[in-house]
């Protein structure tokens, strides 16, 4: 199978996960924040475990055949993906995790941010699978399980907001499906531009740091009941643990 089919059929299938948001319908807010917050610590163990231990390695030893970069450069862009997706959260999508906001305008302003959001997980999926089939398929995971809790709390804004459920859907559909787009720029810019890897997959782990440590782990330590806290810890291991584990599952298939 061609890079490209990979590349459309992984961010096709992360697009996907935008309906997730029509389970949430028949579970009841008690038993929805429980397993949002068991899928919040996933998100962060695997997110942390994608960048510490697939990204950044794999950065490494593609500098190591290049003269004139060094690691310094690598953790560079470390700290630079890190600095960007901060600035791309705080200007263009402010998350509203409360129910009482008042602010209906931000409904659009989520799906725009969404959106670019989106569009930035496809160009970081087509770089992983550009460096090779097994830091695609992780990168592909660790977007995935980090995209359920978000788009259940993207519906949930978006019918806040006074968008109906059935259009809320849709819409987020409509934004998930941007990382289509950016995948297949991803495909054939990539390539072009020479050596992108090396940079891109950095700030995709600069990325993916960001997301765990500034609007993941932090929701993990507002829950006080002891019970869900022990078990989205425990989540959040088993995170890690996938992400560590997928280096064997894949190079015992090579």
Known sequence: MSTLIWILLATFLVSLIAFVGAVTL???PKTLKKILLALVGLAAGTLIGGAFLHLIPEALHEMEDMSGVSHDNV???VIVGFVIFFI???VLWRH???KDCKIHTFA????FGDGLHNFLDGLIIAAGFLAGSEIGLVTTLAVAFHEIPQEIGD???LVHGGITRAKALMFNFAT???AVAGGVIGYFLIPEIGNFDIYILPIAAGGFLYIAAADLIPELHKERRASRTVLAFAMFLIGIFLMWGMKFIIHGVH
């Open 96 to 98: 509203c995790h409360e």
């Open 26 to 28: 028949a579970l009841s």
């Open 108 to 111: 659009y302003l989520n799906l």
């Open 88 to 90: 791309l959260e705080k």
């Open 155 to 157: 519906f949930g804004v």
């Open 75 to 77: 953790m560079l862009m």
């Open 176 to 178: 998930a499906v941007t």
